[in-house]
């Protein structure tokens, strides 16, 4: 041991080292009784409920091949390293380090959790194979109508306008597209740093509300917003706040029927369990996201309701996931307006809540912290 570090830790064991780690590890000892544990450290007997020494080792580690690479490294193998999953409610991805300490009959063991890696490394791919379906359908469609418009429909003029026009419009589609996943990339990218404006939460709405009344009106929907006066301003940057406005009252136009109006509320809220306070007893209501701030000074709320057919209990959990589009109810947006909602609120520490009713429309509630 180096002299300064001998000087600064004398006090300290192997034993006491061990304790210490966030790893669970295991000294295994080999005896004509069979395996056993020498040592467990707190982290491995608290995974794998075991306790500090004398249980067997096929009681702790009931991997087959976890055990078959210990018996390899007992029988002369210097190393193995196996990876395994643990099989439970939460399943759990584990690396195992197998070494020998150089002793005859006696070997270290060390476990590695690697379930957010590997399901960080799940949803990369996901996120890549839906990303490239969603982008390859228009592109598809654009191959098909300009193969098209270079053979026989180059001399009849509707179809070249009609082709021209879907053309457009998939290229607007995937326009769209490349923009949202830049934004996500953008939000996520800065989800761990809280803003550090102050926006009017009343005024965004407002302005999302008048840019967006063209469009609405054109599907025969109107707006009504409901605002107290004097309601608090919230902490926040104010374009991720619009864009968190738009998506949540865009969806409410699509999804309300011709003559519909969609309901904007705003209202200050004390706590978060009275800013998700359900509002339709018809409705099935769910969080979606909870806040990580156990004692703001209250809650701004923004509720978008809309009368459309409503959203069945079994797609309400998956609704902010990336891509995802409950079945039957696809209405040419990108999927991924959700997904961005649920960052923007996350990196602003605010909340989602979600009501539906099949038959009579769907409430999403955001409600975020008070500035100060």
């Given at each position: 041991?180096p002299e300064a570090?001998s000087?600064?830790?004398p006090?300290?064991?192997?034993?006491?080292?061990?304790?210490?780690?966030p790893?669970?590890?295991?000294?295994?000892?080999?005896?004509?009784?069979?395996?056993?544990i020498a040592?467990?450290?707190?982290?491995?007997?608290?995974?794998?409920?075991?306790?500090?020494?004398?249980a067997?080792?096929?009681?702790?580690?009931?991997?087959?091949?976890?055990?078959e690479?210990?018996?390899?490294?007992?029988?002369?193998?210097?190393?193995?390293?196996?990876?395994f999953?643990?099989i439970?409610?939460?399943?759990?991805?584990?690396r195992?380090?197998i070494?020998?300490?150089g002793?005859?009959?006696?070997?270290?063991?060390?476990?590695?959790?690697?379930?957010?890696?590997?399901?960080?490394?799940?949803?990369?791919?996901?996120?890549?194979?839906?990303?490239?379906?969603?982008?390859?359908?228009?592109?598809?469609?654009?191959?098909?109508?300009?193969?098209?418009?270079?053979?026989?429909?180059?001399?009849?003029?509707?179809?070249?306008d009609?082709?021209l026009?879907?053309?457009?419009e998939?290229?607007?589609?995937?326009?769209?597209l490349?923009?949202?996943?830049?934004?996500?990339?953008?939000?996520?990218?800065n989800?761990?740093?809280?803003?550090?404006?102050?926006?009017?939460?009343?005024?965004?709405?407002s302005?999302?509300?008048?840019?967006?009344?063209?469009l609405?009106a054109?599907?025969?929907?109107?707006?009504?917003?409901s605002?107290?006066?004097?309601?608090?301003?919230?902490?926040?940057?104010?374009?991720?706040?619009v864009?968190?406005?738009?998506?949540?009252?865009?969806?409410?136009?699509?999804?309300?029927?011709?003559?519909?109006?969609?309901?904007?509320?705003?209202?200050?809220a004390p706590t978060?369990?009275?800013?998700?306070?359900?509002?339709?007893?018809?409705?099935?209501?769910?969080?979606?996201?909870?806040?990580?701030l156990?004692?703001?000074?209250?809650?701004?709320?923004?509720?978008?309701?809309?009368?459309g057919?409503?959203?069945?209990?079994?797609?309400?959990?998956?609704?902010?996931?990336?891509?995802?589009?409950?079945?039957?109810?696809?209405s040419?947006?990108?999927?991924?307006?959700?997904?961005?909602?649920k960052?923007?609120?996350?990196r602003?520490?605010?909340?989602?809540?979600v009501?539906?009713?099949e038959?009579?429309?769907?409430?999403?509630?955001?409600y975020l912290?008070?500035?100060?």
């Amino acid at each position: 041991m180096p002299e300064a570090l001998s000087t600064a830790v004398p006090a300290l064991e192997a034993e006491q080292i061990l304790a210490l780690m966030p790893d669970p590890v295991l000294v295994v000892r080999e005896d004509d009784g069979g395996q056993e544990i020498a040592y467990a450290n707190l982290a491995a007997r608290e995974v794998l409920r075991v306790p500090a020494s004398g249980a067997p080792v096929s009681a702790a580690l009931r991997q087959p091949v976890v055990l078959e690479a210990v018996d390899e490294v007992l029988a002369g193998a210097p190393a193995r390293e196996v990876a395994f999953e643990s099989i439970g409610v939460q399943p759990r991805f584990w690396r195992a380090f197998i070494r020998s300490l150089g002793r005859p009959g006696e070997l270290l063991v060390v476990l590695r959790d690697e379930t957010d890696a590997r399901r960080t490394e799940r949803m990369r791919a996901d996120f890549l194979a839906n990303a490239s379906h969603e982008l390859r359908t228009p592109l598809a469609s654009l191959a098909g109508f300009v193969e098209t418009l270079r053979t026989h429909a180059k001399d009849d003029p509707d179809a070249r306008d009609r082709f021209l026009g879907i053309m457009a419009e998939q290229a607007g589609r995937m326009s769209r597209l490349i923009g949202d996943l830049l934004s996500l990339s953008r939000i996520e990218l800065n989800e761990h740093v809280p803003p550090g404006g102050v926006v009017d939460l009343a005024q965004v709405v407002s302005d999302v509300v008048d840019a967006s009344r063209p469009l609405v009106a054109e599907r025969g929907v109107s707006v009504e917003v409901s605002a107290p006066a004097g309601l608090p301003t919230v902490a926040g940057d104010r374009d991720q706040l619009v864009q968190v406005a738009q998506n949540l009252i865009d969806n409410a136009a699509k999804y309300s029927p011709p003559g519909q109006a969609v309901r904007i509320t705003l209202q200050a809220a004390p706590t978060a369990d009275a800013a998700r306070e359900p509002t339709r007893p018809d409705a099935v209501g769910l969080s979606l996201l909870s806040p990580d701030l156990s004692d703001p000074a209250g809650y701004v709320v923004m509720r978008v309701e809309d009368r459309g057919r409503g959203i069945a209990r079994q797609h309400l959990p998956r609704l902010s996931e990336r891509f995802y589009r409950v079945e039957g109810q696809k209405s040419g947006g990108t999927g991924l307006g959700l997904a961005i909602v649920k960052h923007v609120v996350n990196r602003h520490r605010g909340g989602i809540f979600v009501e539906s009713a099949e038959g009579s429309g769907a409430a999403f509630t955001v409600y975020l912290p008070v500035a100060g």
